[in-house]
């Protein structure tokens, strides 16, 4: 087993339509995807967690759990932000809906690894500081369904 560095090879898209219901983007939707990895400062959330429900008895004094309602992790994107354009700031406004694609092993067709999330933007806002570092905005996003994971990056 060969073991990577993210940077580097993960890729990370924004896609305004998947026409597909199971959300596996056709090799045109990836195509025209934007992708905003070199953008991009910072990963947070994109991941389903699972709310575990207790399930004691009078039998013993452990109390087991069995698994419960998924829910998506809180999910955002930092970019660094652009003294030029405004294209982040537009394309990712609050109430934009679309579908984060991260290619976790790259986007070449036939490689496994692909998550599709269905999201909408709740909020795009610059992160001001007063530190020495380079300008950046945070992106939260609303996780509107159960992703696609671990699909495989289309052929075309």
């Known amino acids: 087993m060969a073991r990577f560095n993210r940077k ?4 990370i898209l924004f896609a305004t339509t998947i026409a ?26 994109f991941s389903i967690e699972n709310q575990e429900i207790e399930t004691p008895d009078m039998d013993a004094t452990f109390v087991s759990k ?6 998506a992790a809180d999910s955002s994107l930092t970019f660094y932000e652009d003294d030029v354009t405004d294209d982040i700031e537009t394309d990712l406004a609050k109430g934009t809906t679309g579908f ?11 490689t496994k690894g692909m998550d ?6 709740a909020s795009n806002s610059a992160a001001v500081t007063a530190d020495n570092e380079a ?7 609303s ?14």
Request: proline fraction near 7%; charged fraction near 20%; include cysteine.
């Open 100 to 110: 984060i694609i991260i290619c976790r092993k790259g986007k070449a067709a036939s």
């Open 135 to 141: 300008a950046k905005l945070m992106v939260k996003f």
């Open 116 to 121: 599709v999330y269905p999201v909408r933007v």
């Open 8 to 11: 580097g090879v993960t890729k």
């Open 20 to 45: 597909s219901t199971s959300y596996l983007p056709t090799a045109a939707e990836m195509t025209g995807a934007t992708d905003y990895t070199k953008a991009i400062a910072a990963v947070d959330g």
């Open 66 to 71: 069995i698994p419960g309602d998924d829910s």
């Open 143 to 156: 996780i509107t369904d159960r992703p696609l994971q671990n699909a495989t990056v289309p052929s075309s």
